[in-house]
């Protein structure tokens, strides 16, 4: 399991916040480079999550890019290659606005980690949140660069360079070409009204909503329309889903699955895990989310450890690109309980029950239940 | 659970064969109307399934139709309504042929009905198979007939009339636009290189590739373009997911999840659950199937119950549109063995673990782990 360590080791995990306008709720997992987790708290609260709570996950130091002089250009199997400044694209182009949901493809990897260690980050459910995105559809510069018919994936690169990639590289990913041109997508300058920070890709970043985070390429530079898809790093070794025993860097690019749809997901947001509250009516909320353009057709809670079900109230998500929150109201005795949550999407995946089953060398996709566990106490003036 | 009942109750299964022209292998759960599921070990031998070992599930009796009386209208939501005989439709449209699986909703209920009792053919996983379906792409006949841009759904009818439905009324369904005007989906008149039978649908049915088969209506006569599902009873109430504790005869439409995509699924097909084999080197097979356009990624085999797993090896399937066959060779030591199988699909969805929590009121999409039980003999000639 040695070599699985060459990812970057986690650091202290500590709420810090103000680093990269970062809110004093995030959880820093790395300084540097620079990733952190929203708060539970802080998300329950905002269907839009607040830039400033938003989760960053970074593979190197952040570029701070001019955007005077950044330039983005359009190759491979184009009729018209392009390069374009950053007025030109915002002036050539129809301004959209997309609200999504951003899901690190690590979201929850600290209850796979309990099963057995996997490096990387502790990721809880909070590597997750949704903004407003706005900038041009990346089907439009498709279109303007005469995208031809017979691609079959578009790639992204951008300057920043992991120390984990090897050989040593810019950071990339590819979609499939039917995703590219879907009107979802984007080359996103804004996030929640305001010009992208640093942190989150300025000047540009790619927006691919329903995908793994890593495929919402920041500080994206050159967008290449290929028959196959990208051969860096982080689309043909890294974020692939591989079956225990395997070592994920020796393992041939091809094996495995390199990820790209979201699995169906749930969180329970509040109240926090191992909280003490008053016996009685209890709220639990939480987010639900799919991959791709699957939405969130029922969320079950138990307190019985599934045996029995109850259905979540859903509330309407901020866009059919965005999580579904969700809450119920339960009646519980005093005692220790055990609270799950499960989804189930629109293509009928529900999430399955152990994450002993799901555990993966990358610790990836931990899409099983979710469960906290609270102590309920009796309340004030009242008896057994 | 008394209203449950509405639906047909299935009659003696039994292997009889030849009615309809189907082998004596098939397994018929009901003569009248006609539902048969195929026999397992003649699946595991065909990648494409022949014609009279392929599964059957009819609502109603066969309407035996003159070919040269029958008409497809095309109406809604279109420019240029169509009324079509099967000349016109063979005449003016370009010739396809698919090789798609088909699966009944109901595939595996079995094993959900050992949980607790549902209504309903008690079909093992041989209520799918695979054919060759050759016929004129839906797509094709929409845009001859001029399908309005803001349509959202096409919808199907037939003249079977099924007793269970309420009010009575003619077999329907729909599918979204974006599925409808896949180059997947067929009006189809031929089923592995013959006219389509009586009993699948002749002269012609619909084959919606990835969607339950009850979407893929036989005897097809109607076609309209709509804003919304349609409000057929087999649309509207049956073929829907509901939570357990729900009557889903009662149960509003629009309550509970309408069933188009399937989900990722597998079955052993070989040796036979309970079977008795040699202890030594055994071969099991399978297939693996995923809804939509979701292939399959992976197939994993547990002798321990899911402690560890082994990778099973994956034919290539015979189209995009088909099962994926697997084998894995196992070292069986003498003893009783349980043998689980599950798959992952394309979009890292993987089957759940338990029965127990995918039980539904209907008995729908049942993809569980799948598991036999073998007992493995000492070998003539061995000794422990």
């Not at 984007?186 to 970043?205: D, E, I, K, S, Y």
Request: net charge negative; glycine share 8%; proline share 9%.
């Amino acid at each position: 399991m040695d070599k699985y360590l060459r990812e970057e080791e986690p650091g202290v995990t500590e709420r810090s916040g103000t680093a990269w306008g970062k809110s004093h709720d995030v959880i820093v997992h790395q300084s540097e480079p620079f990733n952190a987790e929203s708060s539970l708290a802080v998300l329950v609260q905002q269907p839009v999550t607040s830039t400033e709570d938003f989760y960053v996950r970074n593979h190197g130091p952040v570029p701070e890019l001019d955007p005077r002089l950044w330039r983005l250009s359009v190759d491979g199997m184009v009729d018209r290659p392009l390069e374009m400044s950053l007025e030109d694209l915002q002036n050539r182009f129809e301004h959209h606005e997309v609200v999504a949901t951003l899901q690190c493809a690590g979201n929850r990897r600290s209850g796979l980690a309990k099963v057995h260690d996997i490096p990387g980050h502790p990721w809880g459910p909070g590597a997750t949140s949704t903004a407003t995105w706005t900038g041009a559809r990346l089907t439009d510069v498709l279109a303007a660069a005469g995208a031809q018919n017979s691609a079959q994936h578009v790639a992204f690169e951008a300057p920043d360079v992991a120390p984990e990639a090897t050989p040593p590289q810019r950071f990339g990913a590819s979609i499939p070409i039917a995703k590219a041109t879907g009107d979802e997508v984007l080359l996103a300058w804004g996030m929640n009204g305001r010009p992208l920070p640093a942190v989150h890709g300025a000047p540009v970043r790619a927006i691919v909503p329903g995908f793994i985070g890593a495929r919402s390429v920041k500080w994206i530079d050159r967008v290449s329309v290929q028959a196959d898809p990208s051969q860096n790093f982080f689309q043909s070794i890294a974020y692939r889903l591989l079956p225990p025993g395997i070592d994920p860097y020796s393992a041939p690019p091809g094996d495995g699955l390199a990820l790209g749809p979201l699995t169906v997901n749930s969180a329970i947001l509040a109240p926090d895990d191992g909280a003490v509250v008053p016996a009685g009516r209890t709220a639990v909320t939480g987010y639900a989310l799919s991959g791709d353009d699957r939405g969130i057709a029922r969320v079950d809670v138990s307190v019985d450890g599934g045996q029995s079900w109850l259905q979540a109230e859903l509330d309407e998500p901020p866009s059919p690109w965005a999580w579904t929150p969700w809450r119920i109201t339960l009646e519980l005795p005093p005692g220790d309980v055990e609270i799950t949550a499960r989804a189930w999407d629109t293509s009928a995946a529900v999430q399955p029950e152990h994450e002993a089953h799901l555990w993966n060398p990358k610790g990836y996709f931990n899409n099983a239940w979710s469960r906290i566990h609270l102590t309920a106490t009796e309340r004030q003036g009242m008896s057994a």
